[in-house]
């Protein structure tokens, strides 16, 4: 039977200060640096997870809500949300400190993949996730529609296959009764 872990035994965090060489003209952090960070602390999720090594394979619906000014503290919170067969979902939330103002926002949001590799670089299977809270659930039912759209925008799967997409947009056909 495949083995089964909790979004809490994946869980990471990181944090970082944001310092001159890691800003843009306009004194806030640069998005590949933070982007950088995102890889890391996602990456160490994965492994967390795993226990094996893990490549990126994909960075998708990273949102920019709000700049990150420099000398501001940064939080990374890496957690599983959803393990497949060789792959997880990673999901990333990311703090900006203003510790001299007492203010704490929320900066950044994104879903990373990773797969897990032996040694030679070929994918070996994973431990299925099993989520706990309603939070948990939330993000790990969301998982599956995620996983869909970004392999058919891959061209790893046929649009045709993705029953848990298709559904999304399944509405009723109201025209007819008007
Ligand atoms: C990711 C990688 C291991 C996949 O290898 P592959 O030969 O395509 O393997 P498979 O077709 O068996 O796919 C393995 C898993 O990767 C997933 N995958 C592959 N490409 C993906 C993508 N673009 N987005 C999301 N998942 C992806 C597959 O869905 C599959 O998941 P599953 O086993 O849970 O169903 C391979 O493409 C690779 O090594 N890429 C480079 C990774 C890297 O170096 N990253 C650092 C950035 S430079």
């Known amino acids: 039977m495949k083995r089964q872990k909790t979004v809490k035994d994946s869980e990471a965090t990181m944090t970082e200060m944001v310092l001159p060489n890691d800003t843009n003209t306009l004194n806030n952090l640069m998005g590949g640096k933070l982007m950088h960070w995102m890889d890391i602390v996602a990456a160490i999720s994965a492994q967390r997870h795993s226990n094996s090594i893990v490549v990126t394979a994909s ?11 420099l000398g501001n503290v940064v939080t990374l919170k890496a957690q599983v949300t959803r393990a497949f067969n060789t792959s997880m979902e990673v999901y990333i939330e990311v703090f900006a400190e203003d510790i001299p103002a007492n203010s704490k926002i929320t900066t950044h949001r994104a879903f990373f993949t990773f797969v897990a590799v032996d040694e030679k670089g070929k994918p070996v ?7 706990i809270t309603e939070e948990e659930k939330e ?7 995620r996983r869909q759209l970004r392999l058919i925008l891959g061209k790893r799967m046929d649009p045709k296959d993705a029953a848990e997409l298709k559904s999304l947009f399944d509405l009723e056909d109201t ?4």
Request: charged share 20%; net charge positive; proline share 10%.
């Open 59 to 69: 960075a998708d619906s990273i949102s920019f809500k709000n700049p990150i000014a």
């Open 125 to 131: 299977q994973v431990p299925a996730l099993k989520p």
């Open 139 to 145: 993000l790990f039912e969301g998982a599956l529609r």
């Open 175 to 178: 025209s007819k009764n008007q």
